[in-house]
């Protein structure tokens, strides 16, 4: 090729104590090539093109830039070069405007009037619809994403670095988002696609390069390569199916949701609307939805950290226990796993045997006459982190010296093993790695074969539909009637899930807040 | 009610407003750059003896109010070294900046005891200074001037200017702001130095102004009512500058009730403690806070921020 690649990296290392986070990463990315960047959690992507944008510097390496080695001393000079970044999780400012928080991000001091004429300008271009003067915390997942983007096209980018951009929209917003993403690459803008959703890299892009524990493992050509090989270069090992036993039926109903109804909680909480649905014993049932739609409300009505409005919502069996709290609940048989592993789930500074004592301690019998067993909850602790492979010190160790992953997997644990009759949890593989993600399945999957009901809440579609046997979608506080995942259709579910939120919303009806 | 007692009173409420209003511009500032500095009290004692010993050294009132900012903002230096170097807890270390404030102004004021210093004479021709009526316009010292100056520049500075939009941005979303490229250090390190001067030229009021003397803890708590202000205003400035002279009249009311000003005319006033009005600038505080969340009004709420360490993620 005449032209020197757009980008191109050499023996590039990063050293973290303790970690080495790239170990001499090189690859190349040509002008107007989709690039994917692949990897599991901790492999050294977010690093490296933190590196890359200038946000860290590396420690050894040297980035050619057009052919000519260049040092990105921080996010402006990566800008000055034409380098855009939209982050995985957005960097936007919630109390103020669409246009303010697109000013933030330009370097060149250019009149608000003037700004907006070219952020609609921009946005005809591309197809992207939003409204300059809303503030931020009253928009949707995807229209917040179209900010970043729109920030990172005003400055005709020559490389623009996507950071897992998908996990968050619904099918539809995906399909538009490539379909700009397509026409950028096609006017000679390169990107840098960080993903490890690999059919969308299958769809998207034209070259990947997959790093596994900072190391590059290899270059290839996404459209040759199978989902599945590509999996198993980014986890070094083959990729483990869960094993479902042969011939399950399905009991009778044991979780029982009925005219679920509870208010928002604040400016921005959703309330729950009629909320109803059944899960039988054995059965794995998904709620899908995009973040925001009432899914928080919807847990912590389940879990009974919020009483329903009328105690006969929720049974579990025959025992009505809409009007019971979580420590009853779990009496009862119901157990629930919160969103956010560190503060809700486990209190950080407590040890591992501490946390089991928080949501176990009736259930294992490590509590009597009021005094904390300690020895019970070391044991049970210590059991947890061998069934489940927690890479821990031990029953000692502090919750937040876990990685995300292995936090994970102990909280799963700690639930599971108490063998509750009901397990409703949300998010269970959230920024976990692969390997882990698999194993929580399996645990799952296992726990409905003894013939517990299970209610998995997730963003992830893709782990719904390898997961569940019934999936509802949630949508503004709406639960969705369910349907069995086998046969079901995607489209459906993405409609669903964009419910008034996609894009037949009319701008005026999104003034109303 | 006569007219005299009248002008008397008003002059009396824009002296008590003054240095609250310019301790709360500044703290206004710090604040919306998501750093809540609990040290104003102290701050503003060491702007009083500063701007006292500058002004002792100097024979000049307008040398001693740079003193006197630089002192406020020399002493909220050690604040911001501590909570944004050091990461140290943000209420302790105000609250330390308070007592720590206090004792060092104690301490530097010994040998200003008993000393006078020279006043600002007026701006104005003294044909309006000393008229009876035209004085409640132009009899005032610079400093009460200056902080109704400060009042529109502050407004402006946050809403149209892009250094106002970036401070905005840094309390609002402290890693956002960093991922971006702003300092998030850098523009802390400033709004404090900014809160400091100003508590501290609010500070010398006291010393400069209100009386031409140095007495210890002499501005008697004003730097948490200064605090309680800026809530109240919901941080906003307009209505910080609303607030400021509405408690100025709370405050009004406390020394009119010590004095026994309602006496006869109004006994049944006069039977309220004056420890109630002293206390009500805090109640409206709260009552305020409760009538902003219970609104949910967005506009009105803390920067989300507001006294979290920023711990950027290498």
């Not at chain 1, 094993?243 to 729950?272: C, H, M, N, T, Y």
């Not at chain 1, 995300?404 to 799963?412: A, P």
């Not at chain 2, 009119?256 to 006869?264: I, S, W």
């Amino acid at each position: 090729m005449q032209t020197p690649p757009r980008l191109d990296l050499s023996g590039i290392t990063k050293r973290f104590p303790g970690v080495l986070a790239n170990d001499q990463v090189s690859f190349a990315v040509q002008p107007g090539e989709i690039h994917a960047l692949l990897g599991e959690n901790g492999a050294g992507k977010s690093t490296l093109v933190k590196m890359i944008y200038g946000i860290m510097q590396p420690d050894a390496g040297v980035i050619r830039w057009n052919g000519a080695p260049i040092t990105i001393a921080n996010p402006k000079a990566a800008r000055k070069l034409g380098i855009g970044m939209v982050f995985q999780h957005f960097s936007l400012f919630e109390a103020m405007t669409v246009l303010e928080n697109i000013a933030l991000g330009m370097d060149a001091k250019i009149p608000a009037r003037d700004l907006e004429a070219k952020i609609v300008a921009v946005m005809q271009q591309y197809g992207l619809k939003l409204e300059p003067h809303r503030i931020v915390s009253t928009l949707s997942v995807g229209e917040r994403q179209r900010i970043e983007i729109v920030r990172a096209l005003l400055l005709n980018p020559n490389l623009l670095i996507m950071d897992e951009p998908t996990s968050v929209l619904t099918p539809q917003e995906v399909e538009q988002l490539f379909v700009v993403l397509r026409q950028l690459a096609a006017e000679g803008c390169s990107i840098l696609y960080i993903s490890h959703k690999l059919h969308e890299i299958k769809a998207l892009c034209d070259t990947a390069t997959i790093l596994r524990g900072g190391k590059l493992v290899d270059t290839c050509d996404p459209a040759v390569e199978t989902s599945r090989s590509m999996a198993e270069k980014m986890i070094g090992g083959s990729l483990k199916d869960i094993q479902r036993g042969e011939g399950r039926a399905l009991g009778k109903p044991k979780l029982i949701v009925q005219g679920l109804s509870v208010p928002k909680d604040g400016p921005f909480g959703v309330a729950l609307k009629d909320i109803g649905f059944s899960v039988k014993a054995g059965e794995i049932f998904g709620i899908a939805g995009v973040a925001g739609n009432g899914q928080n409300a919807l847990l912590l009505a389940l879990s009974g950290e919020v009483a329903a409005q009328n105690a006969e919502a929720i049974y579990v069996d025959t025992t009505c226990v809409g009007a019971l709290s979580a420590k009853q609940r779990r009496l009862a048989g119901m157990a629930s796993v919160p969103e956010e592993r560190n503060g809700h789930a486990a209190v950080p500074d407590f040890s591992l045997s501490d946390n089991a004592i928080l949501t176990a301690r009736d259930r294992m019998g490590m509590v009597s006459g009021g005094m904390v067993n300690a020895r019970t909850a070391k044991t049970y602790a210590g059991e947890v982190i061998t069934a489940f492979s927690v890479k821990a010190t031990g029953p000692a160790a502090m919750a937040d010296s876990l990685s995300g992953g292995n936090l994970q997997k102990f909280i799963m644990g700690r639930e599971i093993m108490q063998k509750p009759q009901v397990l409703v949890v949300s998010q269970p593989t959230w920024g976990v790695d692969a390997g882990a993600a698999a194993a929580i399945h399996q645990a799952l999957v296992d726990l409905a074969a003894t013939g517990s009901a299970i209610v998995v809440i997730s963003q992830d579609l893709d782990e719904l539909l390898s997961l569940c046997d019934t999936l509802a979608v949630i949508n503004e506080g709406r639960l969705s009637n369910p349907m069995p995942v086998a046969g079901a259709n995607i489209e459906e579910i993405g409609l669903l899930m964009g419910g008034i939120h996609g894009e037949t919303q009319t701008p005026e009806l999104s003034h109303a807040s | 009610m006569s007219p005299e007692f009248a002008i008397a009173s008003i002059v009396t409420i824009i002296g008590l407003t003054t240095p609250i209003l310019l301790a709360g511009l500044g703290e206004l500032i710090t604040e919306k750059s998501g750093v809540l500095n609990l040290g104003v009290e102290g701050m503003m004692l060491m702007g009083a003896i500063c701007g006292f010993a500058a002004t002792a050294a100097t024979f000049n009132p307008w040398l001693g109010v740079i003193g006197a900012a630089a002192g406020g903002a020399l002493s909220s230096m050690l604040f911001a070294v501590l909570v944004l170097q050091l990461n140290s807890n943000q209420v302790a270390t105000g609250l330390a900046l308070s007592i720590f404030g206090t004792g060092l102004s104690s301490l530097i004021g010994q040998s200003f005891t008993g000393r006078i210093v020279p006043q600002f004479g007026s701006i104005f021709p003294d044909i309006l200074a000393k008229d009876p009526i035209w004085k409640l316009l132009f009899g005032y010292s610079p400093l009460v001037y200056f902080a109704l100056i400060m009042v529109p520049l502050t407004a402006w500075f946050l809403k149209s200017t892009r250094a106002g939009l970036i401070l905005r941005a840094v309390g609002e979303n402290d890693h956002s702001a960093h991922s971006i490229g702003y300092s998030v250090i850098g523009v802390r390190y400033a709004a404090i130095a900014f809160g400091g001067a100003l508590a501290g030229i609010g500070g010398a009021y006291f010393s400069m102004v209100i009386t031409p003397m140095w007495a210890e803890k002499m501005t008697a708590g004003r730097g948490w009512i200064a605090l309680a202000l800026v809530v109240f205003a919901g941080w906003r400035t307009g209505r910080l500058l609303v607030g400021a002279y509405f408690f100025g009249f709370l405050m009004w009311l406390e020394l009119f009730a010590k004095a026994n000003g309602f006496g006869d005319s109004l006994p049944i006033l006069q039977e309220i403690p004056s420890q109630f009005w002293a206390a009500m600038p805090y109640v409206m505080t709260i009552v305020a806070l409760t009538l902003i969340s219970s609104r949910g009004n967005v506009g009105a709420s803390a920067p989300a921020c507001l006294g979290k360490p920023f711990l950027p993620s290498t």
